[in-house]
T-cell receptor, first 115, second 117 residues
Framework: AQKVTQAQTEISVVEKEDVTLDCVYE???????LFWYKQPPSGELVFLIR??????QNEISGRYSWNFQKSTSSFNFTITASQVVDSAVYFC????????????FGTGTRLKVLA | NAGVMQNPRHLVRRRGQEARLRCSPM?????VYWYRQLPEEGLKFMVY????????ESGMPKERFSAEFPKEGPSILRIQQVVRGDSAAYFC???????????????FGSGTQLSVL
């Protein structure tokens, strides 16, 4: 069975601090996709990144970076120099590569960035 | 190219009434997924449909909930005899046919917030 665990329910940081959101997953599949989404207070889901399991290269996009460690089944997300606009709930998700593409979501981490 | 359209954005129902939530997938997408987000929780998969077919309904409650995706028109998530526990945000997502190329991601709508009084 597939499972995604986001152990951090809520994190508060002061603006300009770096923050890492943890994501640990379980799957028996040898290939799979991992995702991060942002849900701001307005409620919509904003796509941030998709990672193929066979591509272990870490990725950086501006202030965002992702660390994929297949050996520990983790896909952590770091925001550098956090800003108030980063305040949101962040979801990690897992899907199969073939068959249905339904996502298995983690329970989310609420990030509060204080001015 | 319009994104996934969900309506209504907000829906208020009294206990015992029916709720109908609509989802129009992105143009060219023939796969629809419904998710439910209870307050302060993550999104839970409900059902996956292709045109005129339910492919995976493993996340659907056994009673009162049904979904369809007709040949013409939007996908409908129907909740009969709503109860307070049905209050949640319901998200729809779509994806193209696999013949359309490499899967990139699901495209999500803005959700329908259902409130049951």
């Amino acid at each position: 069975a597939q499972k995604v665990t986001q152990a951090q329910t809520e994190i508060s940081v002061v603006e300009k601090e770096d923050v890492t959101l943890d994501c640990v997953y379980e799957t028996r599949d040898t290939t799979y996709y991992l995702f991060w989404y942002k849900q701001p207070p307005s409620g919509e889901l904003v796509f941030l990144i998709r990672r193929n399991s066979f591509d272990e290269q870490n990725e950086i996009s501006g202030r965002y970076s992702w660390n994929f460690q297949k050996s520990t089944s983790s896909f952590n997300f770091t925001i550098t120099a956090s800003q108030v606009v980063d305040s949101a709930v962040y979801f990690c998700a897992l899907s199969k590569v073939s068959g249905t593409y339904k996502y298995i979501f983690g329970t989310g981490t609420r990030l509060k960035v204080l001015a | 190219n319009a994104g996934v359209m969900q309506n209504p954005r907000h829906l208020v129902r009294r206990r015992g009434q029916e709720a109908r939530l609509r989802c129009s997938p992105m143009k060219g997408h023939s796969h629809v997924y419904w998710y439910r987000q209870l307050p302060e929780e993550g999104l839970k998969f409900m059902v996956y449909l292709q045109k005129e077919n339910i492919i995976d309904e493993s996340g659907m409650p056994k009673e009162r909930f049904s979904a369809e995706f007709p040949k013409e028109g939007p996908s409908i998530l129907r909740i009969q005899q709503v109860v307070r526990g049905d209050s949640a945000a319901y998200f729809c997502a779509s994806s193209p046919d696999r013949s359309g190329g490499t899967f990139e991601k699901l495209f999500f709508g803005s959700g329908t917030q259902l409130s049951v009084l």
